[in-house]
Structure formats: C-alpha cells, structure tokens
C-alpha cells in the first residue's frame, strides 16, 4: 500500500508499465512478474480484478458499467471478498499490461495545482492465486484400516491460496493548496474522510484498542486483512522535497511510524479440491454410461442386421419358388396343348385317309402306335415336372428351418443383452459405493477443518486512548525567490495584452505570444478566460493569416485544447474554423503540424451536433487527405477522429434521429478503414476497430461494408481483437444483424 501527499508519486511508484523502458517498471509489473516466473500454468491458476473507491462507491476498473459493487464478509472467518467484481485470468506478462491499460482508462484523475494528473480514486489491484501442493500424503484410509484402489484413485488434490493486494491511495490534500472547487471538492472531501477514518483504525490496532473502527468506511473494511489481519503487509510512505508542505510531511512520517506498531498474524490458506475430484467422477460415470450405450446400440443393430437379412432370404425364397412354379405350369401347359392339337390333326386326317384307303389301315395302326410312344414320353415328362415341384417343396422346408435356427440367434442374442443390462446394474452399484466414499471423505474433511479452526488466537484487551491530533502546517513561502512561470506571467501582464502580441509585426514575438497562449490553453481553468477574451477568434485568425509553420503547428495544438469543450466546439464551427483547419492540413508539410490539426477535428468529430456541418465544410475529406503522411501518430488522430464521428453517427441512428448510409461511407473513408483494421499500431487499430464496430450497428451500412470486405474485419475483431470490451461489441453487432447473417450463410461460414 502506498500512503502519502497528493502529487509525491504513488502511482508512479506502483503502477509505471515500463512500457519505453523496462527500468521504470512499477511494483505492480514487477510483481506479476515474479508470480509468473513461479507457478505452472498447468496446475496452477492466476486471475486478476482490478477496483477504484470512488466517492464511497466500489466500481470495476475493468468493467465500468459494475460500478456499484458489495463487500462481503464471512461471519467465521472474517475474510472480505467482492462476488461482484470481474475476475480475469492472467496466462502471460503481456495480457497483464493490456489490463492495467484497460483499467488505467477507467480511473478517475483531475487537475489541481498540486499535480496535473491527481488521483481521485483509491486503486485496488487483487492478485488470485491457486498452487496444488504436491508430494503430500493424506491419511484417509477405509473402515478395515487398508486404502482400496478406488480411494486412492480419490484423493483430492491439496490447494494452497494466496492473495496480493496492491493498494494507490489517493492522496490527501489541503483544499487552500490544492484550489480544489465544485465536483472536484467533492472528491477531495471524501478522499480525506477516507483516509481519516484509515487513520483511526491504525490508531486503535497500534493502542491494542478494544475497538477499532473499520466500518466507519469503505477503504477499512477493504483493508482489515492488511493491518492487524492475517496478511503480510508492505507499506510504501511517500513524501515531497518542498519546505511548503513540512505539514504534509510530518503527517505522513507519523502515519507511518503508527502503522509500523501493528501487529499481524500470517495465516496459511490451505485446503483440499473437492471440486476438482467431482468433476474427475463425473467424466468417468460420462464414459461408464457412454460406453454402456454405445455396446447396448451395437446389439441392437446387430439384431436389427439379422433379422432383416432373415427375412429378405425368406421372401427371395418365396419369390423365386412361385416364379418357378408359374413358368414350370405354363410351360407343360402350352406343350400339352400342343401335343393335343397335333393328336387332333392327325386323328382328323387319319379319319379322312380311313374313309378313302382302307389299304392304309398297317400304316395307320402303326401311326397310332406311334402316338401312344408320344402320350408315354409326355406322361414321363409330366412325372419329372412333379419331381421338380417336390424338390422346390423340399427347398422351402429347408428355408423354414434355416428360419428357425435365425430365431434361435435372436434369443441368444436377446441373452446377451439381458447380461449387459445386470452388469449395468453391476456399475451402478458401484457408483453409489463410490458416492458414499466421497460423502465419508467431505466429512473426514470437515472434522479436520473444525478441529483445526478451534486452535485460533484470541482478543488482548486495551484502552481506548485519544483521536489523532492534527498538526497546522506552517507556510512561509517568498513569491520572489520562485521562478517566473507562464502563470505568473498571465496574472502580471494580463491576457489582453499577451493576445495583442498575437498581432504583432515582429515574427518572433507573434510565435513566442502563440506558444504562451497555447500553454495557457492546456489548463482546463484558463480555457473559458481565453475564449471570453477573444484568444479564440485571434487564434483563428492567425492560423489564416500567418505563413509561418511553428506558428500553424503551436496555434493548432491550442485549438485542439480549447475544441475539448463542447460550447468552444461549437464556435469554432461558426466562426469557420473547420475550413481553416483544413487548408492548414493540406498546405503542411511537417508531421508535428498535421497531427496537431487531425487533433483538434478528432475532438469536433465527438459532437453529435455539428456532424453534418464538419462534414459539409470539408472536415472528413481532410481528414482523410491528411493519411498520405504515413507518420504513426498523424494516422491516429485521423482514426480517432473516425472513430469519434462514426461512434456519434451510431447513437443518432439509435436514437432515430438518422437515416440513410453513414456520411463517412459517402466520403470514401471505409477502403481506408479496412486497410488499416488490422494494423500494427496499437492506437490506430483500437480506434479503427471501434469505428468498425459502430459503423456495422446501423443495418444500412451493412450491403456497403460487405461489398468494401469490411466483414471479414469485423468477424475477425469478434475473435481475435485484445481488448474484450471491442470484442464483445463486435460479436453483438454480428448476430444482430439480419445483412451479415445472411452473408455468413450465404458463404457457409458457420458463426
């Protein structure tokens, strides 16, 4: 935990990424460094979540919308817990940093005379890790006093869990120091609150009071582990060099020596992984009745199997029985016919030759003779046919008992089948017996945790003894020994006349009267004197008017700071400042220039109001004219301004306010958004995928983005984008839309 003044370097202590060089890494990085390097991320898990104190309320760094988060304590134990907050898994160093860049956009930060970017928020880092101890035996054996095989293959595994708390403060100020004033006192007000009632809890754990009060606020009841709790706590004391704040100083070396008096007991969190064992049980009572499944659906088919190849050799059998029969009779039918009417015809003509030639009657007795030969061969062949229909009969029995000996196959199978369902029982039986093991073990389990819980240390007494006093601090501060700075400046010479030199003849005294200007702009508190003045307009002016590069460059970058306001943004559009902005971008040449006058219309693009204005007068087309510099940083203020302008076109859609295709669409910027969707610079692509994503939410843009292959972009941001917030977007948009969906289906990509 860092504690100290505001502005003395907390953050900077805690929480530098290290990002340019690895030298100014924080603690925070350091650490996770050091948690990385010594668990196995195949065993053991590491998850991250990452909170503010705000005003008394606990919001999620990582999820802005959870913003009002509950504290939970355990009535037995004591331990805090937040079931609220997100809890991410941390794999690698670089998923880390993209986290704390996540939450580090969420915090809230003001500007006070006393830091430029003071803390408003107390910061909250938890560090969740689980190791599996291994190597240890466990005693847990059955009722004859001899483990089975089941129960050792049932050991759960042992757990060992860690937490590391990394605490910013934000820090305390004087409001006489600080000039805090409105919202920003507010702030201030319960930052102070905050640390007091820290303060008195510290005090009470250092006096061995009887009571200590850490539910007069949010922050103590956070923090009970840390002082007089079972953690082992680090505390970091920051204090400034400046003889103004010996007060301050004091203060703080005091809280520190207070704090050094508390006492803590460490407590190692050890226990077994019941959860893990379940779910090994239930993966193998899946495969036990998967496996039973799969025999018993093999049976069946293969019963199925016989007995329609049973019966398909049965009614083959039929079929060609009676085919043959049929051809058989037919056959002997049309040659008994024949040989009948031949019979006919030659008893016709032997009748006929009897009545002419009675000579013949030797030749005809001989015929007749003949004839009795031919009824004795087609007898013969009438028995052979009856032969054959005898055979075919004979077949046909053989077919019925190759029919029964099928039947016989079934019920052996039918068996078989009983047998499987009695060893399914079998199985059964056996989980049950398994199930009654676990439930012994969970109490085994039990019984050693309570007899351990009742060993735990008790209350020492004490006196409650006096509240802090505070110390006055004594100020003797001499206006002549400091340096003259530009705010010295701007009280002694006075704002008129410093924007009088802006007009100057002499080039240099219009440049350094541009760069004084300029530095007065980047304080948010000089921005509405500078505007009432009439620094606006002369700025304006001067961008015009003047030739010179340093004074586009410095003037622009001025702009940019006073169109952060959304009433300044509105007259810089009315006074025709758009325009000159964008002759400005295409006459510069130097890429400082440029990204300065990107700057200043990326903060226009934001205004819902001024959209088709901006447009109108060339603010898009400018934008986009100004990418052929190619420099990184002049490109990442174009696709923020896009960004800004396509997020602002989203929200008018959504409200009903807009129809028809997206402006930038109309303007030729989406060929050069998915060209640079995917691109190595993170600023551009984080900018670029969010214009993506809020250009796909209006369902008339979706024909243009498929024909442009802006698609395939935003499938890709719904998978692989870093940033879940982005990617969540993308995945809504996608399934949201009837247009991509079609497509999807259309191309037989299953999504």
Request: hydrophobic letters at 35%; one cysteine or more; aromatic letters at 4%.
């Amino acid at each position: 935990m860092a504690y100290g003044q505001t502005g003395t370097g907390k953050t900077y202590t805690l929480g530098r990424l290290g990002e340019e060089d690895t030298a100014d890494r924080g603690i925070i990085v350091r650490a996770m460094e050091d948690i990385l390097a010594g668990v196995s991320l195949e065993s053991d898990s590491v998850s991250v979540s990452y909170l503010q104190l705000y005003m008394e309320s606990l919001q999620d760094l990582l999820d802005p919308t959870n913003d009002n988060i509950s504290i939970v304590e355990d009535p037995k134990s004591g331990d805090v817990s937040l079931p609220g907050a997100t809890l991410v898994e941390i794999r690698d160093q670089q998923s880390f940093l993209e986290l704390l860049q996540l939450g580090e956009a969420h915090r809230y930060a003001a500007n006070t005379r006393l830091n430029t970017e003071s803390s408003r928020s107390h910061a909250l880092l938890m560090v969740h890790v689980k190791r599996s101890v291994k190597g240890r035996e466990l005693a847990h054996s059955s009722q004859n006093g001899n483990s089975t095989n089941i129960a050792k293959s049932l050991r759960p595994t042992l757990v060992r869990k860690g937490k590391l708390v990394v605490v910013d403060l934000a820090g305390s100020e004087r409001i006489d120091k600080s000039g805090s004033e409105g919202h920003t006192l507010e702030e201030a007000k319960s930052i102070n609150l905050s640390l007091i009632a820290l303060g008195k809890c510290i005090n009470a754990l250092a006096e061995n009071s009887a009571h200590v009060p850490v539910r007069d606020s949010k922050l103590t009841r956070l923090l009970r582990d840390s002082f007089g709790g079972t953690a082992r706590t680090s505390l970091v004391i920051t204090i400034g060099p400046s003889p103004r704040h010996r007060g301050e100083t004091t203060s703080t070396i005091m809280f520190g020596q207070r704090a050094m008096k508390v006492e803590n007991m460490l407590k190692l969190k050890e226990e077994f992984d019941y959860k893990s064992l379940a779910r090994k049980l239930d993966i193998q009572l899946d495969k036990l009745i998967m496996e039973h499944e799969r025999k018993q659906k093999a049976f069946e088919e293969e019963i199925e199997r016989i007995t329609t190849d049973t019966q398909n050799q049965i009614s083959e059998a039929e079929r060609n029985y009676a085919d043959a029969m049929e051809k058989e009779r037919l056959k002997y039918q049309k040659d008994y016919m024949e040989s009948i009417k031949k019979l006919e015809e030659k008893w016709m003509m032997n009748q006929h030759k009897l009545g002419e030639r009675k000579d013949q009657m030797a030749s005809t007795a001989q015929e007749v003779a003949e004839l009795k030969k031919l009824l004795s061969k087609e007898t013969s062949l009438r028995k052979a046919a009856e032969e054959e229909i005898n055979n075919l009969k004979s077949q046909l029995a053989q077919l019925k008992m190759s029919e029964a000996s099928a039947n016989s196959e079934s019920l052996k199978l039918r068996k078989m089948l009983e047998d499987e369902a009695y060893r399914k029982e079998k199985l059964e039986g056996e989980i049950s017996m398994l199930q009654t093991q676990l439930l012994q073990l969970s109490f085994e389990a039990d019984e050693t945790r309570r007899r351990l819980d009742r060993g735990g240390p008790g209350k020492v007494p004490g006196d409650l003894d006096s509240l802090i006093s505070q110390v006055r601090p004594q100020v003797n501060d001499s206006v002549n020994e400091e340096k003259a700075s530009i705010a010295n400046l701007f009280e002694q010479v006075g704002l008129q006349k410093i924007l009088s030199l802006l007009e100057a003849e002499d080039a240099d005294v219009r440049i350094h009267a541009v760069k004084v200007v300029a530095n007065l702009a980047a304080e948010e508190s000089n921005q509405q004197k500078i505007v009432e003045a009439g620094g606006l307009t002369s700025l304006l002016l001067l961008l015009g008017s003047s030739e010179d590069e340093t004074i586009h460059r410095v003037a622009a970058g001025a702009i940019a700071n006073l169109a952060m306001n959304e009433t300044n943004q509105e007259l810089i559009m009315s006074e025709g400042g758009i325009r000159l902005l964008s002759i400005t971008a295409a006459n510069a040449e130097d890429p400082q220039t440029l990204r300065m006058v990107a700057g200043a219309i990326a903060n226009l693009c934001g205004n819902d109001k001024l959209q088709n204005k901006l447009r109108g007068e060339g603010g898009i087309k400018a934008l986009l004219g100004m990418v052929k510099c190619g420099h990184p940083d002049v490109l990442a203020q174009v696709a923020r301004g896009i960004a800004n302008f396509a997020k602002c076109e989203s929200r008018a859609s959504a409200q009903g306010s807009k129809t028809g295709r997206s402006l930038l669409i109309e303007d030729g910027a989406l060929p050069w958004i998915v060209q640079n969707a995917n691109n190595d610079a993170s600023p551009i692509r984080r900018h670029i995928e969010l214009a993506v994503c809020h250009l796909a939410q209006h369902e008339v843009n979706a024909r243009d983005m498929i024909t442009g292959g802006a698609l395939w972009e935003l499938v890709r941001i719904s998978q692989d984008c870093s940033r879940e917030d982005i990617r969540t977007l993308a995945h809504r948009t996608l399934t949201s839309s009837p247009t991509f969906l079609a497509e999807l289906r259309r191309l037989r990509i299953d999504y």
